[in-house]
């Protein structure tokens, strides 16, 4: 019994470094094609237009509900206590969604619309023998496929992101003037005061981070896929599964060497 | 010319090739027989260095390419055009820019002067008006032939072909089995076919081997293979239920 819990941890192990491994030899050629040649230009433009098109829409939700309950939530607590919550609203609210939320809910919804797909698109490709098709042509795949993916997003997320925290600052402004009584003036005259540009600017460094591990752990799941389409499925889910989990990890070791 | 040399290759506990030694002479035509699932396309991809043996060496061109990088093998992947059995087409790219794929990426030609290559060469497999479809709007046989013209595309020195005329009518066959043998004829291009079709096999081969639990049991020319006292092989060609082969397992 005890034997089998060592063994069956010990394998655990085993796989996760293993994995690990890979993943890592993948991120440093990702790197280094990155830098050496940035070729397949077409490609990374196509990639970009293709993240735009699918995550507008999700984004502009997640950042207008986010702002909205944002301002909300924090506009009724401060209410309790104090009138004139409208005052304060815009600082709170650009502070909280340029810092952390803006940054962190598009890294986890981008895992979701385009992590999942990347593991999608290359895995489809393994397991129909594309990738092959493509070295027998003398290409390498991680160069072909994964690269024009990974710049297409770590340029594509802080673009988003800026994006979203405006489209959240004015989701806040919109809850402040309708809720709170607010104006527009005291609104921004409170954001002016609290928040800094390297709020602003330090949330859309940690994205570039977001972005490469989505596109390096959706690549990395399509380019590790077997098993014909159930292979295709498993691999979108635990890419979405992986990104996630190492988006919240780095985000908070982030945050604590940039602030 | 291609020397494999104690060729080994298991997958989990299931050994698939087996001290397989085989030979393919510069500018001819190897046809590799045998029964589904024993090895063939395993065999075919280790020549191209797709997968890599356990032990044993693959020689083209004078190299090992079981021990190359990926540098290295992308410069000898030059030398190749491949034809997978099932077919492999990009379904992200139309019909054009998948044959045109390596035209675009490793010459300098003019887009005109790929589409006119792209349009011959789907000529020769006997193809057109189909350069701006999707490889998801055509038949198997079509994307069969679109893969192979793809794989001629760059007039390599060395042709694998997986099962070129599987799945297409007969007269189709004929046409890619004439195809075959003139791009050897003309072009002088070493090939290796593997295919179930002994009417293929007999018309295009300058040799045929026999692949049977992991290894080469007979080779020979068409006539000598026809003409064989092994019952193995006997059996296969003439296509019996009944011989030393085990149907099951
Ligand atoms: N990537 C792989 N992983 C595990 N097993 C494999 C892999 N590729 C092939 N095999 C196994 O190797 C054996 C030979 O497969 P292969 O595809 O070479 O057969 P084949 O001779 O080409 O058959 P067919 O004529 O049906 O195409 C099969 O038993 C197959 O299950
Ligand atoms: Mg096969």
């Not at chain 1, 940035?38 to 237009?49: A, G, T």
């Not at chain 1, 809850?175 to 104006?183: Q, V």
């Not at chain 2, 090992?64 to 030398?79: C, E, F, M, P, Q």
Request: charged residues 20%; hydrophobic residues 45%.
């Amino acid at each position: 019994m005890l034997k089998n819990v060592f063994e069956y941890t010990g394998k655990k192990v085993t796989v996760f470094f293993f994995e690990a491994g890979k993943i890592t030899s993948l991120f440093g050629q990702v790197i280094y094609w990155t830098f050496k040649k940035p070729s397949e230009v077409k490609s990374i433009f196509e990639q970009m237009v293709i993240i735009g098109n699918k995550s507008l829409g999700v984004v502009t939700i997640t950042s207008l509900s986010t702002g909205m309950i944002l301002a909300l939530q924090t506009g009724t607590a401060i209410e309790r206590k104090i009138s004139g919550a409208a005052n304060m609203l815009g600082g709170i609210v650009s502070l909280a969604l340029t810092r952390e939320l803006a940054p962190v809910l598009i890294g986890l919804v981008m895992a979701g619309k385009i992590g999942s797909a990347i593991a999608a698109e290359i895995g489809t490709m393994n397991v129909t023998e594309q990738v092959d098709a493509l070295k027998t042509m003398a290409t390498n795949p991680v160069k072909y496929l994964a690269v024009p993916r990974f710049i297409a997003a770590i340029f594509m997320l802080p673009l988003l992101t800026i994006y979203a925290d405006l489209l959240g600052t004015l989701g806040g402004l919109f809850i402040s003037l309708n809720i709170f009584d607010g104006t527009t003036g005291s609104y921004f005259e409170s954001l002016n005061m609290y928040m800094r540009l390297d709020d602003v600017f330090k949330g859309l460094f940690k994205t570039i981070f977001f972005g490469a591990i989505i596109a390096v752990i959706g690549s990395h799941k399509g380019f590790e896929t077997e098993g014909g389409a159930e292979g295709v499925g498993k691999s979108t889910t635990s890419s979405v599964v992986i990104s996630s989990m190492l988006i919240l990890v780095t985000d908070y070791i982030l945050t604590a060497f940039l602030w | 010319m291609i020397k494999l040399n104690n060729v080994i290759k298991c997958f989990g506990t299931q050994q698939v090739v087996n001290s397989l030694n085989l030979e393919i002479p510069d500018k001819k035509t190897v046809v590799i027989i045998g029964r589904s699932g024993c090895g063939k396309s395993v065999l075919l991809k280790h020549m191209i260095g797709l997968l890599k043996p356990d032990s044993g060496s693959i020689v083209v061109k004078g190299k090992d390419i079981a021990k190359l990088d990926t540098a290295g093998l992308d410069d000898i992947r030059k030398h190749f055009g491949m034809l997978f059995q099932s077919a492999a087409l990009f379904d992200s790219l139309t019909v054009a820019e998948n044959v045109g794929f390596a035209l675009t990426r490793f010459t300098k030609k003019s887009p005109a002067e790929i589409r006119q290559l792209v349009k011959e060469k789907l000529a020769l497999v006997g193809l057109e008006n189909v350069e701006e479809k999707k490889p998801s709007e055509l038949s198997g046989g079509m994307k069969k032939r679109v893969g192979l013209a793809r794989a001629i595309a760059m007039d390599p020195e060395i042709m694998l072909y997986d099962e070129p005329t599987t799945g297409l009518d007969p007269i189709m066959s004929d046409i890619i089995n004439e195809l075959i043998v003139n791009l050897q004829k003309q072009l002088k291009m070493t090939s290796v076919v593997v295919t179930h079709d002994m009417k293929s096999a007999y018309k295009i081969g300058d040799k045929i081997a026999m692949m049977y639990e992991g290894r080469i049991i007979e080779e020979g020319t068409p006539p000598e293979i026809q003409n064989t006292n092994n019952p193995t092989v006997q059996q296969f060609i003439n296509g019996s239920s009944k011989g030393p082969i085990q149907v099951l397992g």
